[in-house]
């Protein structure tokens, strides 16, 4: 099967689609060729004047948890810098991409198509960051594995702003980097490299381009495609699978009992069953304890509709566990989250949150995509 050609990959074989002479790389380990030949090296070979690295949340490496990063160090195999902006923006954000003396900054992350993955926030903060400093931005543009011709969720309440969400998009955007960098609107020097073969209905196994990790908790493209709905359990006290081999796939609590599975099931919603299992998470939430819950079994993504099923979950969670579903994390995250506090207000009050989610849409405005 012939692949997408990523922006990545046309730069390194066209290096003056960048422009600059001195660049600064944002990136991770999806950083690659579909070789698998890392971004930095690909950049290199190709002669270009590669001077410094910058890492997002999870690190460069991609060996830090969730909210965390690996601090500033120095890339072993290419010997560059190698800068934390996790948790920077404004002006201490500004005091590092200056140090580095950069004149381009170029993205190169793959993200997961979910308002509240942040590493697209990365490169809105940098993006940001390079207007004020008058720098040019270059995104190196890779698909969105849950394809774009889907939008799904209510846009973010600017009020609700955070690194978990910045502008008002829909929980499933539907959109590739470049596409978004577009939309963000900064008054900057922006150039996306756009990539050649990737249609609007392309899922990630469509492709041909191999499946790296974008983080720790996010192994499959299985997990990408339920996380816009099962990450809003990250704000409640249900286990989302953290510490499994399936995380989002997961979700469970140690006081979910055998009405939980059927519940869900009676509820036939489009292209996903759902098995009762039960799980020890190693790690994080209810560590070390037993839960009950179910593992999501999608049959039908084109069916599927992520969004509607989490909220699903959390009405059937809340309704028969009213007493013990509790809200989690630091300043109502599920609120961060959800982009607003409509959700938590309704769940409180009994309500069905289902009703807060708009039908499904095609994305609009500032697409380079057919």
Not at 66 to 84: C, F, H, I, N
Not at 143 to 152: A, Q, R, S, Y
Not at 278 to 303: E, I, N, S
Request: glycine share 12%; hydrophobic share 40%; with cysteine.
């Amino acid at each position: 099967m012939q692949h997408v050609r990523t922006g990545a990959e046309r730069l390194a074989a066209d290096p003056s689609l960048a422009g600059g002479s001195r660049l600064g790389l944002i990136t991770n380990p999806t950083g690659v060729l579909p070789d698998l030949t890392a971004t930095p090296d690909a950049l290199l070979n190709a002669g270009l004047k590669l001077t410094a690295l910058f890492g997002p949340e999870h690190g460069m490496r991609g060996t830090a948890q969730a909210a965390g990063s690996e601090g500033d160090t120095v890339d072993g195999r290419t010997g560059l810098p190698v800068y934390d902006t996790h948790k920077l923006s404004g002006e201490a954000l500004d005091r590092v991409v200056a140090a580095s003396g950069v004149d381009t900054l170029v993205f190169d992350i793959a993200d997961v198509g979910a308002r509240f993955y942040t590493y697209v926030w990365t490169m809105y903060d940098l993006m940001e960051s390079a207007a004020r400093l008058g720098l040019r931005f270059v995104v190196l543009d890779r698909p969105n594995p849950l394809g774009g011709e889907v939008e799904e969720g209510p846009k973010l309440d600017p009020a609700f702003a955070s690194f978990v969400g910045r502008f008002p998009l829909p929980l499933r955007h539907g959109r590739t980097a470049g596409e978004l960098a577009g939309l963000f609107g900064f008054d900057l020097d922006l150039t996306v490299v756009t990539m050649e073969g990737w249609r609007r209905d392309m899922a990630h196994h469509d492709t041909g381009l191999p499946w790296v990790m974008p983080s720790v908790n996010m192994p499959t493209p299985d997990t990408a495609l339920v996380y816009p709905g099962t990450g809003l359990f990250e704000g409640t006290n249900f286990s989302e699978g953290r510490g499994t081999t399936r995380p989002f796939e997961l979700v469970g609590a140690p006081y979910a009992d055998d009405r939980f599975a059927p519940a869900l099931a009676a509820l036939g919603l489009p292209g996903v069953r759902f098995r009762e299992t039960w799980f020890t998470p190693t790690f994080h939430k209810h560590a070390g304890t037993p839960v009950r819950g179910v593992q999501l079994h999608v049959h039908d993504r084109r069916a599927f509709r992520p969004v509607l099923t989490g909220l699903s979950m959390l009405h059937v969670a809340r309704t028969l566990y009213p007493d013990d579903l509790r809200w989690w994390g630091p300043d109502l995250f599920l609120d961060h989250l959800w982009g607003s506090d409509t959700l938590t207000r309704t769940l409180e009050a009994g309500a069905d949150p289902r009703e807060l989610c708009p039908p499904p849409g095609r994305p609009e405005g500032h697409l380079l995509y057919t």
